[in-house]
């Protein structure tokens, strides 16, 4: 039974962190969750450069620099999460490791994170921190590039879902997990696979190949379907996979966009090499699995 009991949240103190953790109160709530609120002291170097420290000041200096933290953490958006089960920890070392490691090491179903942040973190969490989280992790990864700009309403229940399938070996699992919470939320469900786009042939010949491609695809998503026991909307479209889910979701003003990550080849690999792309363009959070 698939459920939602661990639910980690790195928190750097931005304003997107702050989001992410009103993104994240909804559904830990939803699912009674452990709220895991987890903050990563990078090594000196990486904030200050190769200064030279003295071992004792190098301890105090580390030591007061942990208690801030902690101080931090604990007061992080108080009472706004006081409706929830929430632990807090301070780890150290390379953040998008130990956002991993402490993700399989208790195991977590869900990592929360904004796809950027403010302040020392910024240089770590832009772009490197959160691909390396999105590769490495084996649960889902809950992101978004705006969370402090998105509307309201995904801080709320679910109720417009978009799931975007490549109908590779991923799809089934990304699907299924689009389909659980559509169940949990009562959401309307669309799925949708990106075809690649025609230039190469004549008119008539694009409108003939474009009925053939759709009627293979079309069954291949209901097929799938089929397999994972679920229904909903179909939306098949040729183009840049990137360009055509984001609008997409924009178009069905979804709440959440669901897609699979992960390394492929050739046509029906393209939506998971556009992974990254997707989630940096989404006008909603996205939830790669």
């Known amino acids: 039974m698939r459920s939602l009991s661990k639910i980690l949240l790195p928190v750097d103190f931005s304003e997107r962190a702050a989001s992410a953790a009103r993104c994240a109160q ?18 000196l170097q990486y904030q200050y450069g190769p200064a030279e420290f003295g071992g004792a000041l190098l301890s105090d200096f580390y030591m007061n620099r942990a208690t801030l933290v902690n101080h931090d953490l604990e007061n992080f958006l108080p009472g706004e999460l006081d409706d929830v089960n929430v632990t807090r920890t301070v780890l150290d070392g390379d953040p998008a490791q130990q956002i991993v490691s402490f993700a399989h090491q208790h195991p977590v179903d869900l990592i929360i994170m904004p796809t950027h942040g403010y302040g ?3 240089r770590f969490i832009l772009g490197s921190n959160t691909a390396k989280v999105l590769h490495d992790a084996d649960c889902p990864v809950w992101t978004g590039i705006h969370m402090e700009n998105t509307p309201s309403r995904v801080h709320g229940p679910l109720r417009r879902i978009l799931c975007a399938v490549d109908l590779g070996p991923q799809s089934e699992k990304t699907l299924a997990w689009a389909a659980w919470l559509r169940q949990e939320f009562d959401a309307c469900l669309t799925l949708m696979h990106v075809t690649a786009p025609i230039t190469d042939i004549s008119a008539t010949g694009q409108q003939a190949w474009c009925q053939d491609v759709r009627g293979a695809v079309q069954d291949e998503l209901a097929h799938l379907q089929q397999t994972v026991g679920c229904e909903a909307n179909t939306l098949v479209e040729a183009g840049e996979p990137p360009l055509l889910v984001c609008a997409a979701a924009e178009r069905l003003q979804a709440d959440l966009l669901v897609i699979g990550r992960g390394s492929a080849a050739g046509v029906f690999g393209r939506l998971r090499t556009n992974a990254y792309a997707i989630i940096r363009q989404s006008p909603c959070p996205v939830v790669s699995v």
């Open 26 to 43: 909804p559904l830990a709530r939803h699912f009674n969750s452990e709220l895991i609120l987890l903050h990563v002291l990078p090594p």
């Open 120 to 122: 020392p973190f910024r």
